[in-house]
């Protein structure tokens, strides 16, 4: 069984008791059902409506939340559309709306879909695998340009350019890259020994992120779920983001700041709320973790 562990739940949890009702919550990145589960356990007269946009995912989640079945929904599609689903569903004017934008492990673990350089497997990165782009198309069919740009705006990597002309350079001398460890190969190849050793980690770590967020266009779905939060909350609707990219949390810090300035709500905290260094020991994903949340209605600070 894939290990899941939920990231910072103690402080997502604390943050969701300050809707002053609690009855609907939707779990926008359902997952392997971690923060769902907590939610049903925690809250015997709470429903969660769980949303992914992977298949498998909401497979898994469905029997690990099977004592819960009577209280959970379950939806398959992108939490960009998060206003239209409600609708459909019928989940309007949820309490809660919970994101947690980091990868599942069980996209992690497998091979076969290409998120992780540590496994070698074909080079996919979708979240939901009936798209069309993948990241195999993105290595062999983007631009040196373009693939330098993304490496270095969604993954911060200082060497973006020229592990891009690597990139490219291989793909006329040798072909297309299929494969995770092909991609991780080249970028080896291409960057110096001191380089490398200067970056610690696995020289392809900021590369794989670049990737997935433009296969799976994240930073655009992350601003059409906001606004969509917007659009189903009501009174006292309290929103929670866990986010572990900067990209990501200057979107939701930007977006709490407007609406707190449009006087829509405020934000429960004005500053990020960081993981505790023991759950950064016990749990290594929850590393780079930072949480943001809004509660609607709310003006001014209590107490």
Not at 120 to 134: I, Q, V
Not at 153 to 178: D, F, N, P, T, V
Not at 274 to 299: D, H, M, Q, V
Request: glycine share 6%.
């Amino acid at each position: 069984m894939i290990e899941h562990i939920p990231v910072m739940l103690d402080e997502v949890l604390k943050a969701v008791t300050n809707a002053p009702s609690l009855r609907r919550i939707v779990d926008a990145t359902l997952g392997l059902g971690g923060y769902t589960k907590a939610f049903l356990k925690q809250w015997p007269h709470v429903s969660v409506l769980g949303i992914d946009r992977d298949s498998e995912a909401i497979e898994i989640a469905k029997d690990k939340l099977a004592e819960f079945l009577d209280r959970v929904k379950f939806y398959n599609g992108d939490f960009k559309d998060l206003a239209e689903i409600l609708k459909k569903i019928g989940f309007t004017e949820p309490d809660a709306i919970v994101f947690d934008l980091g990868v599942s492990n069980l996209q992690i673990s497998k091979e076969e879909r290409g998120f992780s350089f540590d496994l070698d497997g074909p080079l996919d990165m979708r979240m939901d695998t009936t798209s069309d782009l993948t990241a195999e198309e993105v290595i062999n069919t983007y631009s040196k340009e373009a693939l330098s740009e993304i490496f270095r705006k969604y993954g911060e990597e200082r060497h973006a350019s020229r592990i891009a002309w690597g990139i490219c350079k291989y793909r006329q001398e040798h072909g297309l890259i299929r494969t995770t460890g092909e991609l991780v190969s080249v970028i080896r190849m291409t960057l110096p020994a001191p380089v490398q050793r200067k970056m610690g980690k696995n020289p392809a770590r900021r590369v794989f992120q670049a990737l997935r967020i433009e296969v799976n266009n994240e930073l655009k779905a992350l601003e059409e779920a906001l606004s969509g939060c917007r659009e189903v909350a009501k009174e006292g609707t309290v929103v929670v983001v866990v986010s572990y990219h900067s990209l990501e949390d200057k979107i939701v810090k930007k977006q709490f700041k407007e609406w707190e300035s449009l006087g829509l709500g405020r934000m429960l905290s004005k500053k990020v709320v960081k993981p505790t260094e023991e759950e950064i020991t016990r749990n290594k994903k929850a590393r780079s973790a930072k949480l943001r949340s809004f509660i609607f209605g709310e003006r001014e600070l209590k107490g």
